[in-house]
């Protein structure tokens, strides 16, 4: 078991009271399969898992948990689990196959299905519109460095809401837009594998306004006032070389304030547009858009994993490169590839991740004060581990201690925010169930349900007795 790293941080029966929404989350390419089915279009993933040699072992998200027809008991996995909500994607090319035009009445009778489902089980439905499954018809007219993505993501959020907007508690406009923009178009890890800075940035600019008019677009069509939101992957960044803090601003400038200073504050910050300058002039932000983006959110989406550490290299020695992505040549760093990312301190997870709860802690405080009456929530956090499965009398059994701990540590750091008094509703554990983790196939698996691929069995890891013990009790179970 990998439970060493800070000795604190590993706290039993801590309290969270009733309002604080525990639950887990999940994305749709990641579990629903059926990628032909009632008129569902191709994504940029279907296209780019199909292209030999960008995913491990060739793995596609053409069947993936086969969600999309075992919907129904997966909900009743849920509710066993007496999870309070349960945060997953639409779709887009479900909805609208090509990207733009009328609603895929199908498409949208899954939806709903799920959403009546998951409040018929008394479990909150958190809606992420975009989780990257991007309709591969907008991706060859340039995808999200063509403006009009940015108009045809607010139409299909308006398809969307007019569907199910009386019932959807919680809206999120985009996932981890850092990964569509920068390993999507930067360094190509992701689809639709381009590997141009000059893309990234625009992706990124696109990206903001895609999420500023569906806002706009979900609080017109929306009945039931419904809370809207966006989910960052926030870099929580170290360092302590000489050269470090320049290394810390541009990382942040690229990873954080791209993102939250034009959503939030209405600007891009000028630190962010010097850095780049090399690469591009930003002329792809005309006037209005950074009105168009500044929209109030009622709460703020935190995806935590890990952390980096940086330095300026010194262009000579070998360039260190660990920011924790898997490297398939591109920079997702556009203007800034003279960063170093160095290896950090273990404990890791399968992903190489280093486990840092402290890190958890110290961005929801920085988000506080950067952001003083902003609510937060966390929309996803937890660990893969290579889980294995043993026969028991009661049946299998998946101890994964390692997961037990890595949320225990993490929740921990969550009840210490809370403490100093950070606004922070809730924490959507990641995933509900093993799934397709995008470059690496089903290689990693970070469910708190075991499945068996071949058989789509599935089976309740340790971790999910934990989860389901401490959602009964709002305490975390004692050590
Ligand atoms: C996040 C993604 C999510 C999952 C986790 C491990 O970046 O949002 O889909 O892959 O990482």
Redesign the pocket.
């Known amino acids: 078991m990998v439970t060493t790293g800070s000795p604190d941080y590993r706290d039993g029966g801590l309290e969270f009271g009733p309002d604080f929404v525990i639950g887990s989350?999940?994305?749709s390419y990641?579990i629903e399969g059926a990628a032909r089915e009632d008129g569902r279009g191709p994504s940029i993933w279907d296209t780019f898992s199909h292209t030999p040699g960008r995913v491990w072992n060739g793995d596609t998200g053409d069947v993936a948990d086969d969600h999309y027809h075992r919907w129904e008991s997966d909900l009743d996995l849920m509710a066993d689990l007496g999870l309070q909500s349960y945060r997953f994607s639409i779709a887009w090319p479900r909805i609208q196959a090509t990207g733009s035009g009328a609603a895929n009445p199908r498409g949208i009778e899954f939806y709903s299905r799920l959403v009546d489902g998951l409040l018929a089980r008394g479990i909150r439905p958190i809606a992420t519109l975009y989780?990257?499954d991007l309709p591969q018809a907008l991706e060859d007219r340039g995808g999200w460095t063509d403006r009009d993505t940015a108009y045809r993501f607010a139409e299909y959020a308006s398809r969307v809401t007019e569907a199910l907007g009386d019932r959807v508690h919680t809206w999120t406009t985009l996932?981890?837009p850092w990964?569509s923009a920068y390993l999507g178009y930067g360094s190509g890890a992701h689809a639709p594998g381009r590997t141009d800075g000059a893309a990234a940035l625009t992706a990124v600019h696109h990206l903001n306004l895609a999420h500023g008019l569906a806002v706009q677009e979900v609080r017109r069509a929306a009945s039931n006032d419904p809370d809207l939101s966006v989910?960052h992957?926030f870099h929580v960044i170290r360092g302590d070389d000489d050269t470090s803090p320049e290394a810390k601003r541009r990382i942040d400038a690229l990873a954080n304030r791209a993102f939250i200073h034009p959503m939030l504050r209405g600007e891009y910050p000028a630190d962010l547009l010097e850095d780049t300058a090399g690469v591009t002039d930003w002329s792809f932000v005309r006037d209005g858009d950074l009105a168009e983006i500044n929209q109030p959110l009622d709460v703020l989406g935190v995806?935590y994993?890990s952390t980096v550490t940086v330095r300026m290299w010194d262009g000579a020695s070998p360039r260190e490169n660990n920011d924790g992505h898997k490297d398939v040549g591109g920079s997702p760093w556009p203007g800034s590839t003279d960063v170093e990312f160095l290896p950090q301190a273990g404990p890791y997870t399968e992903?190489g991740w280093n486990i840092a709860p402290d890190g958890l802690e110290e961005l929801l405080l920085s988000l506080r004060d950067q952001f003083p009456d902003q609510p937060l929530m966390i929309t996803?956090n937890?660990a893969?581990f290579p889980d294995k499965v043993r026969m028991t009398e009661s049946g299998p059994r998946v101890h994964d201690a390692d997961r037990i701990d890595y949320l225990n540590r993490h929740f921990t750091a969550a009840h210490r925010a809370l403490a100093q008094g950070v606004n922070l509703r809730g924490y959507q554990v990641?995933?509900l169930m093993d799934?397709f983790?995008?470059g690496y196939g089903y290689s990693?698996r970070?469910g708190i349900i075991r499945v068996d691929y071949e058989t789509q069995e599935r089976i309740l890891k340790d971790s999910a007795y934990w989860l389901q013990e401490l959602i009964a009790t709002r305490r975390t179970p004692e050590l």
């Open positions: 989350a999940t994305a990641q989780h990257w996932n981890e990964c989910t992957n995806n994993y992903m996803e937890g893969a990641w995933s799934n983790e995008w990693k970070f």
